[in-house]
């Protein structure tokens, strides 16, 4: 099983930079992600509507595709559970003040490491910049 942030999960729908190796990727194994990744990436859909690059059926039917996948079981979607937000806790208090992490990617951080996790797949800068605090390997198909 591997894991992948919302900026990979995106890219098995939708074809920005990168999607083809992030889906050869995704064709290797079994994905998993924290379960919030499911409302980062619908945002990250509606946000492509919002912003005119889909229209209204091309989005509904997007939707429709990706409800159908999870509820085929395509994707493993680990809860955050209480070790998961102490980690985060314990990271935020010694995370040096250069380190720019938003909450959401700490979520993903601590749920793939507290999971079991040696790598998260990720195309966010500050996601992978970030991923050695929680002893953890960011890794990006997308950049060279």
């Not at 994905?31 to 509507?49: D, K, S, T, V, Y």
């Not at 990706?66 to 985060?88: C, M, Q, S, T, Y």
């Not at 990271?91 to 793939?112: G, M, N, Q």
């Amino acid at each position: 099983m591997i894991y992948f942030d919302t900026s990979y999960l995106v890219r098995l729908y939708y074809d920005d930079a990168g999607a083809g190796a992030v889906r050869s990727l995704a064709a290797t194994d079994h994905i998993a992600c924290a379960a919030h990744g499911q409302a980062e990436m619908m945002a990250a859909f509606h946000r492509r509507l919002r912003e005119g690059a889909i229209r209204p059926a091309a989005y509904s039917a997007l939707l429709n595709q990706v409800n159908a996948h999870i509820e085929a079981g395509a994707f493993h979607w680990l809860v955050p559970d209480k070790e998961v937000f102490l980690r985060i806790e314990r990271i935020y208090r010694k995370l040096p003040a250069s380190v720019f992490l938003r909450a959401a990617d700490a979520i993903h951080l601590a749920t793939a490491a507290e999971s079991g996790f040696r790598f998260v797949y990720s195309n966010d800068a500050h996601l992978l910049a970030a991923a050695k605090y929680f002893a953890i390997e960011g890794k990006n198909v997308v950049a060279p």
